[in-house]
């Protein structure tokens, strides 16, 4: 859990200013009534930090900084990242996972610079 703290992050960052590699980021944020019930006692611990969460993290800490921005989903975390059955407590996470995936591929195939031909 250390690992995960602010703090840890930003001394990270300041380690690792430049990724390797091109680096995007997408965040989400949720409200109390679109965050599966197994999660608003996270939501409402973080709902104090800050208005744009998605019961896991806040949505300005889902971010990179040196990373190319693709968006902020509304959704909870878990519904974007994890396709858990519908049950009573997980009762928000009919999210488009597979179309999600796909615009994201084909905004970085876009986005990243071509390949030099052989021999140029």
């Not at 690992?3 to 001394?11: D, F, H, L, P, W």
């Not at 679109?34 to 019961?55: M, R």
């Not at 949505?59 to 989903?73: C, D, I, K, M, T």
Request: neutral net charge; hydrophobic residues 40%.
């Amino acid at each position: 859990m250390e690992s995960m703290s602010s703090a840890a992050r930003k001394a990270f960052f300041t380690q690792h200013p430049a990724p390797l590699v091109p680096t995007y980021s997408i965040a989400a944020y949720s409200t109390q009534s679109n965050t599966s019930q197994i999660l608003p006692p996270t939501w409402s611990y973080l709902s104090a930090f800050g208005k744009a969460e998605d019961s896991q993290m806040l949505a300005a800490q889902a971010v990179h900084p040196s990373s190319s921005y693709l968006g902020l989903l509304k959704r909870d975390h878990w519904a974007i990242a994890i396709p858990f059955d519908a049950s009573p407590v997980i009762n928000h996470n009919d999210f488009p996972r597979p179309q999600l995936f796909e615009a994201i591929l084909r905004f970085i195939t876009s986005d990243l610079p071509r390949s030099p031909a052989p021999g140029a």
